[in-house]
């Protein structure tokens, strides 16, 4: 599909068709999750559609009209509770309050994409908002290599590329001498010593002020006085220092931002930073794969073998790690399984269809764990494992969605 348009503030729009919305029952997410794609599959006899744009980013979900001259509809991230698809019949769907009501009433909308690839693209998206909305709430839990540092020294002229010789007119300075000006005559002798120590820094004793002697002179026609604290090869030598130092530096934020977790990716790289939960520290992501949705999983280097790859998958029972094998033919073999793949996208295309040795199905839907189910910013988000006696505790008027 190529790469999805990227905006300056990495919003990402892709076209579908408008289906429709249906309400969704206060149950457990387990039975959420069937209840959503029992109603999706009525849905795919629909044949009122309206083409829409959907702008996705980190701040939420839009949807405009075709020509995206009318706004339609806008769902604040932390709104949205979860998104899914069923690429089978090529659709996509999130769930989410309607905006600015204030009741517990969550609402599936349901678009139809062009195919199957579209429909998982679009599921992508939106869960890729979800896990860099989590890493922006919660940078403690980034992985290292993904926070990048900003400059920490100062700017200065010397930073800018100014001279050394420039800091005494900047700042005004008088300039300290003790010595002849330049132009006058003195003996050999003076002149000598100037000659011999011009790589020491100068001494100076007493200020005095020199510039009208200097510009009777004719010496100084500049207008600016020289710096008294280096050398000419002395400040060659520190401005080079500078330079070399500063180049290193945009070089490291150049490629430290490069690794930072972004939504403009090719369908590829996106679907392997949702899997890998990219960007998220490995035990911050073992945390949240545990309040996902049954089936959800993550891909990872096996904790025993680092050159392997993991698949863990949420079950029934709890977390459930599988070795990802390298066959002599260059295969992939998940553990304690029969059948081979030729990538890890393939693998997965098929445990989502097929169950096979698997506890569950693979699941393409995943909860946004920073979902808050109050209009009010002000009050803390409540994660979808917490229990309904829990949150009676906060909130008499809240109705548990899981």
């Known amino acids: 599909m190529g790469e999805a348009p990227v905006r300056e503030d990495y919003t990402v729009t892709r076209s579908a068709e408008y289906v429709g919305s249906f309400a969704v029952d206060d149950c457990p997410l387990d039975e959420q999750i069937e209840q959503l794609y029992t109603q999706m599959q009525l849905f795919k006899t629909c044949r009122k559609r309206r ?49 600015g009501s204030l009741d517990a009433q969550l609402y599936c909308h349901v678009f139809q994409a062009r195919h199957a690839r579209a429909a998982q693209f679009l599921n992508l998206l939106l869960c890729r908002c979800f896990q860099l909305s989590y890493i922006e709430k919660h940078p403690e839990e980034a992985q290292e290599e993904s926070v990048s540092s900003l400059p920490r020294r100062t700017p200065s002229l010397l930073n800018h590329g100014f001279p050394l010789s420039v800091s005494a007119l900047v700042s005004f300075r008088r300039a300290p001498f003790q010595g002849v000006l330049l132009g006058t005559k003195k003996s050999d002798k003076i002149s000598n010593d100037l000659h011999n120590g011009q790589d020491e820094a100068f001494q100076t004793s007493s200020p005095s002020l020199v510039r009208k002697k200097a510009m009777r002179t004719k010496a100084l026609c500049s207008g600016a006085y020289r710096s008294f604290t ?133 699941s393409c839907a995943r909860v946004n764990h920073c979902y808050e189910w109050e209009e009010n910013t002000s009050r803390q988000a409540v994660k979808p494992n917490k229990s309904l006696h829990e949150t009676k505790r906060r909130s008499t008027h809240r109705k548990d969605w899981v």
């Not at 604040?76 to 899914?84: D, F, N």
Request: charged share 25%; net charge neutral; aromatic share 8%.
């Open 51 to 99: 083409p829409v744009s959907l702008k996705f980013s980190i701040k939420g979900v839009k949807m405009y009209n075709e020509d995206e001259t009318t706004l339609l509809m806008a769902h604040a991230l932390r709104r949205v509770s979860l998104s899914t698809a069923r690429p089978s019949d090529a659709q996509f769907a999130f769930v989410s309050h309607n905006p």
């Open 230 to 362: 280096f050398t000419p090869i002395k400040q060659r030598s520190v401005q080079e220092q500078l330079s070399a130092s500063q180049e290193k530096e945009q070089t490291k934020i150049s490629v430290q931002r490069s690794r930072m977790p972004s939504l403009a990716e090719t369908e590829e790289a996106l679907a392997q930073a949702v899997w890998c939960w990219a960007g998220i520290a490995t035990d911050s992501s073992y945390s949240l794969l545990a309040d996902d949705v049954l089936g959800s999983y993550l891909i990872c280097p096996h904790p025993k073998k680092p050159k392997c790859s993991s698949l863990t998958i949420r079950c029934p029972s709890g977390l459930i790690t599988y070795l990802v094998a390298n066959t002599r033919k260059g295969k992939f073999l998940l553990e304690k399984c029969k059948t081979e793949f030729s990538s890890i996208a393939e693998l997965i295309d098929y445990y989502t269809e097929t169950q096979d040795e698997l506890p569950c199905l693979l």
